[in-house]
């Protein structure tokens, strides 16, 4: 008889540890917070925000598009899970957040005007940190048989691999779980950087996963995920209370709950005086072909957690391929060097033919261009090829701009990043016969229509004259100015111009990616001057030993080396040309960065 009933431990083993659905992560959550006492009242405070942001009017959201990184943790062929495996997870988070899923016809009438597209979509990184082309997977041998709820899997000195920049990138940790695991995932803000992600097991990665059960549907990803984006169960986790309705998914639009439902109840299934438990939702314990929905609240609640606590996946290049040579052809609408706009005009001498004077009687404010995508883009900077420029106010600053499209799709809408830059150096860079460079602190993330160009004080006797294509050359309706009343206008809405031109602007992607990282802090280096005119340069900072380096625009390294003592750096910057850079100061915790301007020697 023993040997009969181990038997059918054999064959009904892997069926029996899937009975039901074990999702470590409100286990790892406590953990967290008895290592650390103030987490509790940290996560209250977080979530009263989160409250006074859902009280707030709604904005228009834009489709946010989170890099993920896969590290693939094995000790044998079945654990190295194939790439096939993984690009089907990615395709059920994208069905799942975008309410795209097959089964979402299944939502029940009296939950499907609150079923929500969380307007969030995923992709496999196609940029590494460090700026090189990727696949989004990473794949390591271990010696680790089977991972815990330790973060063991999360660091290469313990069998794991180390997390690629958490702001920047949602790592999902791919092992073999003990205890039944399917996974877990760590709520913003409740451990270091290092440590935050989503662990999954193995079986229960992808779709129709060997070995997965009721669970090899994808969804366990879908439930840590939202775990990572700041959910909760949605029965509000009070297992333990001796009143089990008394606990709060901290989402308003979720019914009442009296605690976790397993594999596929009939509805309707009432507790705590609802009408139904949302048992078909992501965030209960169901099997994954009975899960079909998020609810407006949870979309509201993850959506502001992004804003609020992963606010660096919406400026990260994670989803951007490697730029190309065409990506980086910063003049590829210049068809010739012929002056033609009139930039910032109070009264200038003509210069040559092709230029427009005058005093301004247009009272222009603004000019911008036309682009288009049609994929996501995150744009850094922009390059200009200004004429003329002549600075009478040392202290005059223009403004780099990229504006949305507006509501009507034609011309520009809200401002999406801007820069100030000073016109003086605009001067420097048209005498050594080179562009102008601008890069956003906050990039603009672009998809479709938008538009780029430049925002100028009325401060009297200051010139900017801007090239464009020649006369002969023109591309009807791409260039649009703003006119002191608040009105965009294209060009051939006025018989002066006669037809659209487009302007000697582009977008820039290239960076120097290196800059790019995650950091513990960031804080901005003091330079002088800025531009610099004579060859040493004075860089005021905040650490006391470390490095430093410059890099190009083209992220070069071109110049290093070892932080001298004091809080002041004297660079040599005599043999670098003429154009933009980027410095970095670093001692391997805190990093600085700034940006400055060369002039000619």
Known sequence: MAKFIFLLVLIFGSQFIYAQRNCGTTEYLNHCKAQNPALAGEMEKTNERLHQLEAAPQKNRQLITIPVVVHVLYQNAE??????????????????????????????????????????????????????????????????????????????????????????????????????????????????????????????????????????????????????????????????????????????????????????????????????????????????????????GQKTRMQNTISLQRSGLLTSYGCLGVPTAADCDTLNNITGADGFVYYFMNEVLPQESGYLTGNNSLAHIAYADSFYTAENKVINGIRFDFAVATTLNPSTDVVAAIWSSNDAGNGPGSLLAQSTFPLEGVEINIENFTHTDVFFDEPASVNGAYYVGFIVPGSYGDTLVIHSNQIDEINQNTAWYLNALGEWKAFSDTALYGQAISLAIQPVQCIPLAIERSVIDQQPLHISPNPVIQAELKIRHALKNGVWQIYSMDGKLVQFGALPFGNTLSIDSGELPTGMYLIKIEDGQLIQTGKFLKSGN
Not at 228 to 250: E, R, T, V, Y
């Open 79 to 296: 654990q190295d899970i194939p790439d096939q495996q993984i690009f089907s997870q990615i395709d059920v988070l994208n069905e799942d957040y975008r309410k795209l899923n097959a089964n979402a016809s299944s939502i029940p009438a009296a939950f499907s005007s609150i079923a929500a597209d969380c307007e969030i979509q995923f992709c496999l990184a196609a940029r590494s940190p460090e700026g090189l082309a990727t696949n989004g997977i990473t794949r390591t041998p271990t010696s680790v048989s089977v991972f815990s709820l330790n973060d063991a899997m999360k660091r290469s000195t313990t069998g794991g691999v180390d997390a690629w920049p958490t702001d920047k990138y949602l790592n999902i940790w791919v092992c073999n779980l003990s205890n039944n695991i399917l996974g877990f995932a760590t709520l913003p803000g409740t451990v270091i950087p290092a440590l935050d992600g989503v662990v999954i097991c193995y079986k229960n990665f992808g779709r129709n996963t060997p070995g997965g059960g009721n669970y090899n549907k994808g969804r366990t990803a879908t439930h840590e995920v939202g775990h990572w984006l700041n959910l909760i169960h949605i029965w509000g986790d009070d297992d333990n209370a001796s009143d089990p309705c008394s606990g709060s998914d901290q989402v308003t639009d979720t019914p009442n709950q009296e605690g976790s439902n397993f594999q596929c109840p009939a509805y309707p299934s009432p507790s705590c005086g609802n009408s139904s438990d949302m048992f078909m939702n992501f965030m209960d314990y169901t099997y994954d072909q009975c899960m079909n929905m998020f609810t407006t």
